[in-house]
């Protein structure tokens, strides 16, 4: 019997095989080995090499040439910052507002186009067409849109008497964060419509047809099937969108760099700004290092509760 | 009454989906309307809703006496290269992930789930020093590894995704008649999977042409390295650009994007939500 084995695994041995089931998972190593060395290299190593900034008084000149002491510094500065809290409060606005809009008007193009009619496979094309426009591209179609002499939505606004006179979006805090919540609400609401849209497709007729003859109205069947059925999509989308409006640079800094007076500064925006506006390398590290807890946070929430859907 | 009370909600549906339709893609009509304006009109009110009198030969003018083809070729460049790399990388990781459960595989899977939700705010910092430090900043190779850094972990559990949806037995069927795991992977599961891998690559070519942080941030020294994003970005700061010409580059940086998605949007959609409905 041993002496059986003991041929058998000798044999193994003279003929290795990455195939054999007892290899199996360093097969699966192996495969899975090139995305761990890059993700280690691109992201691992940078993220540590931030942590490290974030705890040293530089400028950008300075990195890679010479060591500072580490010092909690930076994020002393940071945490007694106006401009921080300020950042940090226009960041949560932001995301409240941007994320509820994509969700309202996802659900209802979702909604819509799931009718039958006609046409539908156009329609569906079209509502979430602004998906396809990259951000670069719709933050300048919307900066003409709210162009102060010559844009459209103003000409529109003073034509049907809701203004007297022309407004300079850009100006004023208040219109330009207005801005700023219309224009990621139009590149964002395509996403969630369409993921809902999955998600109502999911649900099965016959649901409603029960419903129907149990005598439930349309926004019983609404209240008590489409939005349970789709409450566990919904959570992904919504944390989805969050996030991306939470990381969104390009619409921001083209539309109105963060101002004016900060009221569009975002903690990505104010990172940025930092690290390549003023050049203060460490600080934006630690701004960004806020910005790291807050999205991990929310995707180990993500993660958590949908561990069955995702894994 | 009844009847009619159908047909009355028959055309509201439809008078509400024409309606919703036109505004939310207005502003897709409005860069395409603007672009053709002649120069005077854009000062002029009431603005003109149709293009009356188009001037085509605007997209001459960007394409020729702008370095709009050499934008387009980077963004082209950077968005293959990346996707192609990413995909090399992510179909093996993907395959590695929906088909073995070893030590270490979850633990990996949640750390290349969530470095897709890392700020590129934040990691752009640490990538520009790196960059320097090995010299690439100006060279489209630092954007081709910068945009793996979100192509790899987006694209490994999409694929994960469709990897899972495909039955084992196949592949156990296919290794009974003499393939390995990996001639496995390449007969059976690669052609089986193929839109999947289709829609995720496309995935990819489209978020590494939407890049602008890091675009910004490592090519902005170098024009000729520019890829689209960048250079619209700069027009639309030179005052003095008309808005037709603004909006004419801005379609053409739009439109590979826009005619993938006009013509794909199926797979695209399907690839979007086919992870999250599951």
Known sequence: MTETMKAESTQAHSRFSLWRPSNQSLLAYLLMLPAVLITLAVIAYPIVSAIDLSFQEIKIVQVGRERFPWTLANYAHLFTSSEFWKATWVTLKLVTIATLGCLVLGLSTAMLVNQRFRGRTIARILVALPWAVPSVMAAVIWWWMFDSSFGLINWLLVKAHIISSPIAWFSSPTTAFFVICVVMIWKGYPFV???LLAGLQSIPGDLYEAAQIDGANTWNRFRYITLPSLSPVM???LILVILWVFRDFAIIWLLTGGGPIGATRTLAI?????????YNMGYAASIGMVTLVISLIASIVMIRRFSTSIY | MNALKKKAGRVLLYVTVVFTCIVLVFPVYWMFNTSLAPTMQLRAFPPRFFPVDPQWNIYAKVLFERPMPTWLLNSTIVALGA?????VVSVLAGYSLSRYRVKGSKGVGIFILTSRMLPA???????FVL????NLIGSLWSLVIAHTTFIIPFATWMLKGYFDSIPVDLEEAAMIDGCNPISALYRVILPLSAPGIAATALYGFILSWDDFVYARTFLASRQSAWTVTVGISTIKGEYITGWNEIMAAALLGALPILVMYLFLERYLVGGLSAGAVK
Not at chain 1, 270 to 278: C, K, N
Not at chain 2, 83 to 87: A, F, K, L, Q, V
Not at chain 2, 121 to 127: A, D, S
Request: proline share 3%; net charge neutral; hydrophobic share 60%.
């Open chain 1, 270 to 278: 104010m990172t940025y700004e930092q690290a390549f506006g003023f």
């Open chain 2, 83 to 87: 996707t192609m790399i990413s995909m």
């Open chain 1, 193 to 195: 419509s369409v993921m």
């Open chain 2, 121 to 127: 705010t934040l990691i752009v910092i640490p990538l």
């Open chain 1, 235 to 237: 959570g992904i989308a």
């Open chain 2, 131 to 134: 960059f320097r430090q090995a």
